[in-house]
């Protein structure tokens, strides 16, 4: 048995602080299920197994000698291979950057290190973030945990995998249309997109600038919280940070939502919807309101626009950052991202600035909602998670793009900047569903209030992915 790999954050990091559980032996668990499954999972790029150990080794003696850092001390985790590391081989999950040795360290790399986390390697991903299913051509698929045959979701498919397998405590995301989300949705775990600004993007490579967010994914609410708590706050080298101190919210995540109100949208977020998704969050929300949550029907105006407007600026915007190497070397792309490259060359400045127009009356509209309500609640995916290679899905007997459909209920958040996560709420033939709650700007903690309720209402009751040996969820 490996139980250490499969603990909490939270309660690795009480253990940890107590010295009852040793950095070492925590790092030790969680190499011993990368190094068990990741051949056949495809979650990390790159494993740091030496340096690991050491870097533990290091920890414990700082903790055996009074110097606790704090919760994330002594914690294992791997990064996402977006996520510039000073020395360390960054690919971005591409041939173009294969051998690409950064100088410096992103933000959040820093923050995580000077928090005291052990970095065990770096997480596979769809290239260049360019993607919904993590299906790389370079360094292979991520294969869903619960079935091997699934995607595993992405652009931050190897964390979504790690992380349930025992193969990393905790980790970040990206998330320009979904990518911490989406995985988190297919793997069954939290994932966290924050308010925009809210953590630093310096030293994550980029999609489209403006549509970017960083983020954690985790096991538990209150483990996303820790992470999101140690990334959080105002950095100089990013313009688009917010000028605030970093979040406390770990220590206020509660599950007790009485009075609160739970706004749905028909319209938009249960519109074009797989009948069984639905259902399950449906009774997911039943369940809010058995816990003392109001639930308010809502308009929002121009959300029908929203697709649109998010697939004009996303593709405009990547297709300026990859501009000059897709023009000298196009062979050495995907040929679905460089499809997608070349797809976002064809809009026009009108275009695109239409839908700046767009996301500034969808703007508008969210403030007018959540003057009204303290969240919004909807499936995180239309449909049911689609198998490896598989490019259309079914939903109520119509056929529609599988990759379309898993940004499509996902996307506004990240077109106007809202917190918003997705956790787990039920299962469907065996695999995961997740429940999406959306809030006003800077209102992670009513988000993650609503996604504690979830949680403890303890919907989500499958056990835990075969390559765990089938542990019971804590």
Known sequence: MNELAFLSLSDLAAGIETRRISPVDVTQAVLREIDRHDARLKAYISVYHDQALQQAREAEQDILAGK????????????????FFQG??????????????????????????????????????HEYALGVTTENPHFGTCRNPWNENKIAGGSSGGAGVAIPCGMSVGSLGSDTSGSIRIPA?????????????????????????????????????????????????????????LELPPTRLAAHVSDDINGKVIGINEDFFFKDVDDSVASIVRHGIRCLEDRGALIKPVDIRHIASAEYAITIIDISETSTVHHRALRERPQDYGDDVRFLLRCGELPSAVDYL???????QLRDSFREVFNEVDVLVAPTLPIETPDVGQKTSTINGKTVDAVASLMR???????????????????????????????????????MNIARAVESAKLYTLAMPPCSGGRARA
């Open 68 to 83: 606790y850092r704090g919760p994330l001390h002594g914690i294992p985790m791997g990064i996402k291979d977006n996520f």
């Open 354 to 360: 239409e839908a700046q127009q767009i996301r500034s």
């Open 185 to 241: 949705a297919c793997c069954g775990i939290v994932g966290l997109k924050p308010t925009y600004g809210l953590v630093s993007k310096f030293g994550c490579f980029p999609e489209a600038w403006s549509l970017d967010h960083v983020g954690p994914m985790a096991r538990t609410v209150a483990d996303a919280a820790l992470i999101l708590d140690a990334i959080s706050g105002h950095d100089p080298r990013d313009p688009a940070s």
């Open 88 to 125: 360390r081989t960054t690919t971005i999950g591409s041939k173009i950057h294969g051998h690409f040795v950064p100088e410096y360290s992103a933000t959040v790399v820093e923050k995580l290190a000077q928090a005291g986390v052990i970095f065990t390697g770096k997480l596979n991903l």
């Open 409 to 447: 209920l996902i996307g506004p958040s990240n077109l106007v900047g809202l917190p918003s996560v997705s956790v787990p709420c039920g299962a469907l033939h065996g695999m995961p569903v997740g429940m999406q709650i959306v809030g006003a700007p800077l209102h992670e903690a009513a988000v």
